[in-house]
């Protein structure tokens, strides 16, 4: 069974303080996605990368950076965190190929007070 | 854009009874279709994947079913049951583009 594992369930930080989440998954998958989800909103793409060092921006990267140095790890950076970056923040992974399934990590829920 | 939607965003219904959650979208041109059903507070779990050559796909009393042309996909519970009170979730992944396209989900309450 692939595990995507994110390292907190929940996280409390202060505006401006600098975040990172971190995902793993252990099925060698090229694709590694972060979401966003918030009520009334659904799931929103923030960054995807196909490949080691490979990014692309999603939907709603203003804020956020990512990285991916090694291929089971994807880390997600709110260089300044703020209060409208409070939410459920969701890790996903995939092999390339176009027939395969998203597999989902636990979620982290995070609060900037 | 593709655009993914799923009607009515909450049910309710009693223990036992047959329902249906609903998806449409508005691009055809899919790879496949993904069922997830999503725990208040937790991630996404994996329910059925249909590619876009598939009809239907089937898991214990789960029935999911695709009809691509008319962009519409239906995920089918039988004897419902309390433990399946959750949110429900459809995925289409689309042949341009990398991203993966959600809808908002069905709440779905099964009452004791």
């Known amino acids: 069974d692939v595990k995507v594992t994110q390292s907190s369930r929940y996280l409390v930080k202060r505006t401006g303080e600098k975040v990172f989440l971190e995902c793993v998954q252990d099925?060698?998958?090229?694709?590694m996605f972060w979401y966003r989800q918030d009520p009334g909103l659904g799931l929103r793409l923030i960054y995807f990368?196909?490949?080691?060092?490979?990014?692309e921006k999603g939907d709603i990267p203003e804020g956020y950076s990512v990285s991916r140095e090694k291929k089971e790890r994807f880390s997600l950076i709110l260089e300044s965190a703020s209060t409208n970056q409070t939410s459920m923040y969701l890790c996903?992974?995939?092999?390339?190929?176009?027939?395969?399934?998203?597999?989902f990590g636990n979620g982290t829920r995070l609060t900037v007070t | 854009k593709q655009e993914v939607t799923q009607i009515p965003a909450a049910l309710s219904v009693p223990e036992g009874e047959n329902l249906v959650l609903n998806c449409s979208f508005t691009d055809s041109a899919i790879y496949n279709l993904q069922w997830f059903r999503q725990d208040p507070g937790k991630g996404l779990t994996s329910l059925l994947l249909?590619?876009?050559?598939?009809r239907e796909q089937t898991s214990g009393r789960l029935n999911a079913s695709l009809d691509k042309s008319s962009g519409r996909s239906t995920l089918y519970i039988a004897a419902s049951q309390p433990g399946d009170s959750a949110t429900y979730l459809c995925a289409v992944r689309p042949m341009t583009g990398n991203q993966f396209y959600f809808g908002t989900g069905t709440s779905l309450t099964v009452i004791p």
């Open positions: 990368s196909y490949d080691v060092k490979m990014k």
């Open positions: 996903a992974s995939s092999v390339r190929a176009t027939y395969s399934p998203l597999h």
């Open positions: 249909i590619q876009s050559s598939q």
């Open positions: 099925m060698d998958h090229e694709n």
